[in-house]
């Protein structure tokens, strides 16, 4: 196992905007990875999920997830960066929470239990020009 023990350190944020999550956690690793075995871990659980989405950019305004850009979408973006001097590993996620953390996540069972397509009517990019 990459993490080391059970200690998760987390916090959502409130964002200044009418909907979307910000979730901050922080982990301790037992292994000393770069960014790429990092970005393996995350490929090997995530690869398979049609609305996880792995954002860590190496400059640019949206470097890690940004949940004003998933307004209006079922996606859930992750990144991650890596504070070498103690090993531990932020992770940053972001939802809309009206659609993926409820409505889209409905649809999204609902699709999967009925045998259509997962991703049948929740392939919409969100609202935010990029």
């Known amino acids: 196992?990459?993490?080391?023990?059970p200690e998760l350190f987390f916090s959502a944020t409130a964002i200044d905007m009418v909907r979307g999550v910000l979730c901050t956690a922080h982990v301790?690793?037992?292994?000393?990875?770069?960014?790429r075995a990092v970005w393996g871990h995350y490929r090997e659980a995530y690869?398979?999920?049609?609305?996880?989405?792995?954002v860590?950019?190496?400059?640019g305004l949206y470097r890690f997830p940004e949940p004003k850009l998933l307004a209006g979408s079922n996606y859930a973006d992750i990144?991650?960066?890596k504070d070498e001097g103690t090993n531990r590993l932020v992770v940053i996620g972001a939802i809309?929470?009206?659609v993926k953390g409820a409505s889209g996540s409905a649809v999204q069972s609902m699709n999967l239990m009925c045998?259509?397509?997962e991703s049948l009517g929740l392939d919409?990019?969100?609202l935010h020009p990029v």
């Open 96 to 98: 809309d929470n009206l």
């Open 1 to 5: 196992m990459v993490l080391g023990g």
């Open 28 to 35: 301790f690793l037992n292994e000393d990875l770069d960014d």
């Open 115 to 117: 045998g259509f397509e």
């Open 124 to 126: 919409f990019p969100g």
């Open 47 to 54: 690869g398979g999920e049609p609305f996880v989405r792995i």
């Open 56 to 59: 860590k950019e190496r400059q």
């Open 79 to 81: 990144g991650f960066q």
